[in-house]
């Protein structure tokens, strides 16, 4: 073979995705000297690429001809076997190299392309109205599902609050004077939710007057979504009214049948409306304070929460009427007033309010039991709603669209005030009953505060969530755990007390409208065998007065004994968890007592355990 025999040799150069614009491709021919060509480039004002056109070449022509012919063939000599010190000499030809044509990124591989910025329209829309209602339609149904697997026999505040309805009823009706002055301990007016659940309770049972209240937290529920999506957005409103929908207090008010749901409801109408009439003229917001008041007279306990909507009055005005915002909240203020006022000195319930709100006993649970059952049953939601009130003050901006940026949104002072007294409103209710040391209706409590403070839940949600559902799971996780807890402790709760229906069965034999009666829980015998008997002939084991036929009085646990010694009872009902240290002392006082025999003992489980039903007959 030839020594100056040339092998072609191919060696391209290697593809550098960082190289500049203007840089050109460079070979080499035969004496060092190069030739540049003009490669692509990006044209940033498309999105694909343009060829440019090839520079000239350099005017010196090529030696070699065949370099010309074929400019891309690089010439190699061969060198001659042997020793190295042999070839040192030899002259050294340099390689021609070739720049190739860059590919597009977006060619060889699919690249996800970037979010747009723009996501939720400003605009309102038909479709996008329409989707939220069937989400919040969705929503309700689950709700709705939640509550209504629940079951047991009425609970003795139940029994208590329906019982009181039917003697209200048939001394509205027929002239019968009431068995018991009702208004003097009730916690709401009788003449209102009870006598309007015993007339569903006349129709339907139980069971309707338990959906009576359904009907209010689901009304309750569509109220929170509207006046959430007014203060931000449909977003907001969906999450906020899915959590709330699966608080315990929810799920459990809403098939319960006392005054709570009602109450709840109306609260959540006149803050509906507060919000709702922010632009109107001021005194369109008087149309607030008839539902506030009637709220007062359903539960009392309601008046700790219309300062909170007196205050939303002016914050919600305040980004459309400035300083005359201030008015506005007057207005609201003198008109709830004069008509709590007018409602106070015109009628009898002042009685009732002293000594079941303001006058109330204070009870012995300490101030860490009051806190755990706290957040127990409301601290995961009020932490969400926590974390969404400092996102708002840090941030404002609700839409996602671009357009939001060039909107004038309230300053971070007003943002700060409206997350605390939504965030605060919810500790109204448990830092009273800390105050009080008493658990009693605190599960029911918790949810009036969390329905103020369920707006900012549903900001935290959404913010947790990200632009454009980027985190949907977090969302879902943080739901999720409300539900479980909801559906945990809603289950335990409707299942503290016993089924009373084999012990209802046992006595209805033995009552009548002339005998005697002492129970664990008077109420609830009284309401399912109301026709038989009437609140007055039951006694309770919770004080008791007792003048024997000598004349001599008792009081407290010697008149339980003394008048059971005496016969006083025609039938006595114990259940050894209403009052278990009475309990006993009734018991022991039955037993060997010939004026008594037992009639039945039924046992029952419940939440806490099992325990039984002592029915004793008097026989002399």
């Keep these: 073979m030839n020594s100056n025999s040339r092998h072609e040799h191919y060696t391209p150069q290697p593809y550098d995705p960082y190289a500049e614009e203007e840089s050109a491709s460079t070979r080499f021919n035969s004496n060092g000297r190069r030739s540049r060509q003009q490669g692509p480039a990006y044209d940033d004002g498309q999105y694909g690429y343009q060829q440019e ?34 070839h040192a000499d030899q002259p050294t030809y340099a390689l021609r190299t070739v720049q190739y044509q860059q590919v597009p990124d977006d060619e060889p591989e699919y690249h996800i392309p970037e979010t747009p910025e723009a996501g939720w329209e400003m605009a309102a829309s038909r479709r996008r109205a329409w989707v939220s209602r069937v989400v919040l339609l969705c929503i309700m149904v689950i709700q709705a599902a939640l509550s209504l697997r629940l079951s047991n026999t009425a609970f003795q505040d139940e029994a208590l609050y329906l019982a009181a309805g039917h003697a209200h009823l048939d001394h509205m009706l027929g002239g019968t004077e009431l068995p018991r002055d009702y208004a003097a301990y009730f916690s709401g007016s009788p003449q209102l939710y009870p006598v309007l659940a015993a007339i569903v309770d006349a129709e339907f049972g139980l069971a309707g007057a338990r959906t009576l209240s359904l009907f209010f937290m689901l009304c309750t529920t569509g109220l929170l979504y509207s006046f959430t999506r007014r203060l931000f957005n449909e977003r907001a409103a969906l999450a ?91 207005v609201l203020a003198l008109g709830i007033g004069g008509l709590l006022a007018a409602g106070m000195y015109t009628t009898d319930l002042m009685a009732g309010v002293r000594q079941t709100t303001t006058d109330r006993a204070h009870g012995t649970d300490t101030v860490e039991f009051l806190l ?47 997350g605390l007294v939504l965030c605060g409103t919810a500790v109204l209710a448990p830092a009273y009953q800390v105050h009080l040391g008493t658990v009693v209706s605190l599960f029911k409590h918790v949810g009036f505060g969390l329905l103020f403070a369920a707006p900012m839940a549903g900001v935290g949600v959404s913010r947790l969530m990200g632009a454009h559902f980027r985190y949907p799971q977090l969302g879902i996780m943080l739901w999720t755990a409300v539900l479980c807890l909801g559906i945990q402790q809603a289950d335990w709760r409707f299942d503290i007390w016993p089924d009373s229906t084999k012990m209802i069965n046992a006595i209805e034999s033995h009552v009548d409208s002339k005998g005697e009666y002492l129970a664990s829980t008077p109420e609830v015998p009284v309401y399912y065998l109301y026709d038989k008997s ?8 919770f004080g008791m007065e007792y003048k024997d036929a000598k004349g001599k009085y008792y009081g407290g646990d010697e008149a339980y004994t003394a008048a059971v010694k005496a016969g ?41 355990g099992t325990s039984e039903y002592r029915i004793w007959i008097k026989t002399s």
Excluded: C
């Design 240 to 330: 906020a009214a899915a959590l709330f929908a699966v608080l315990q207090s929810t799920v459990v008010m809403g098939y319960f049948a006392t005054y709570d749901a009602a109450a709840v409801f109306l609260l959540a109408l006149t803050t509906w409306i507060v919000v709702r009439t922010d632009r109107a003229p001021v005194i369109a917001v008087l149309l607030a304070a008839p539902f506030g008041v009637l709220a007062v007279g359903v539960k009392y306990a309601s008046a700790l929460y219309l300062p909170t909507i007196v205050v939303l009055a002016l914050l919600t005005a305040w980004p459309h009427k400035g300083r005359r915002a201030f008015v506005r909240m007057v």
């Design 568 to 608: 006083k009872f025609d039938l006595i009902v114990l259940d050894g968890l209403t009052n278990p240290r009475v309990d006993d002392i009734v018991a022991a006082a039955a037993k060997g007592n010939s004026h008594y025999r037992l009639l039945a003992e039924i046992p029952f489980r419940n939440a806490n």
């Design 53 to 86: 056109q090839h520079r000239e070449q350099d005017q010196e022509p090529y030696q070699d001809q065949r370099y010309q012919q074929d400019p891309y063939a690089t010439q190699i000599p061969q060198q001659p076997h042997g020793r190295h010190e042999d």
């Design 372 to 418: 755990e059952q706290t957040a127990k049953w409301g601290g995961l939601m009020f932490l969400t709603a926590v974390g969404g009130a400092i996102s708002y003050v840090r941030r404002s901006r609700m839409n996602e669209s671009p357009l939001a940026l060039r909107l004038g949104n309230p300053g971070w002072r007003w943002r700060a005030l409206l």
């Design 534 to 541: 009437s609140h007055h002939q039951w006694h309770s084991l």
